[in-house]
């Protein structure tokens, strides 16, 4: 498959409250040279260092995915790479002023609402598809997840997504080259369950966390009556933190990705056995 490397036209400014810090940021998205790939910068730190968006700088994927590498960690990465991924940026750089990407409304939808408004730079470098040589499988045998990693011509992403909730149900959800990222996939919130609610805090998590920015699912339906963008938008969210954290393997795979149960944890798992795969 033939295209060309793209990055984003200009400099984006957000900021907000981390999911799970609870701490405010400040985050630059920035145009980066062909062949940069996906960089974060912490601007608060002495040196500025950087930590490339690779599967081998995966330091924790309790409820998000973080990269540490150079003294330097970046928490919550999984919504800006997958909006990224989906959108066709092969380059940019990432600037923090503290450890955490901004939550915001829980979904990509504001980052593909600023990169779509002026469009992206074609770069007229190739695009460097990531070509596997076989099937590569990975599997949780105590929840029952897997993510199955296939040569394609082209990449393609397929989930399932089976909670035993009577409210979600089995939910299924399909990402193409050709899929309308922005408005099917990237609209999606993030969720969790009221019932995983007092643990998460436990752990030290969800310091950010309001209705504001996640769909919290109860036995009966979803907290605070949302209005949902599809009946199946958690099914979609998965598919997006999927995206997101796939990209760890460095790039786009001309590969068919299925998964069942996905998470943060076996998302990476995967990307980093491509990685050593392909070295």
């Known amino acids: ?11 984006y400014h957000f900021e907000g409250k981390g999911l799970h810090t609870g701490t405010y940021v400040h985050m630059m998205l920035l145009p980066a040279p062909a062949n940069t790939g996906i960089r974060f910068r912490r601007i608060d730190l002495q040196d500025k260092p950087v930590v490339e968006a690779l599967a081998e700088f995966v330091t924790n994927t309790a409820r998000s995915t973080t990269l540490s590498h150079n003294g330097a960690e970046a928490v919550t990465v999984e919504h800006i790479l997958s909006a990224l991924m989906g959108l066709g940026v092969d ?3 990432i600037e923090l002023d503290n450890r955490e990407v901004p939550i915001l409304d ?19 470098v190739p ?10 499988e990975v ?3 105590r929840s029952g997840s897997w993510v199955r990693i296939e040569p394609a011509d082209a990449p393609s992403v397929d989930v399932t997504v089976d909670f035993n909730s009577p409210v979600l149900g089995i939910q299924r959800a399909h990402w193409d080259l050709q899929t309308d990222y922005a408005t099917e996939i990237g609209v999606c919130r993030t969720f969790c369950f009221f019932r995983e609610i007092e643990a998460l805090i436990k752990n030290n998590l969800i310091k950010g966390g309001d209705l504001d920015n996640a769909l919290v ?4 339906g979803y907290m605070g009556n949302p209005v949902l963008h599809f009946a199946d938008e958690c099914g979609r969210h998965k598919l997006l933190d999927l995206l997101g954290d796939i990209l760890l393997a460095g790039g786009y795979l001309n590969a068919r990705i299925s998964a069942y149960k996905s998470g ?7 990307a980093k056995a491509l990685r050593s795969l392909l070295k």
């Open 1 to 11: 498959m033939k295209m060309n490397q793209h990055t984003i036209k200009q400099a």
């Open 139 to 141: 599997k949780d045998p």
């Open 106 to 124: 829980g979904s990509a939808r504001p980052y593909s609402e600023a990169i779509l408004k002026d469009g992206l730079e074609d770069q007229g």
């Open 217 to 220: 699912v109860t036995d009966e």
């Open 264 to 270: 943060h944890t076996i998302n990476t798992k995967a």
């Open 127 to 136: 695009r460097r598809f990531i070509d596997i040589p076989y099937c590569l």
């Open 91 to 93: 380059n940019a750089l």
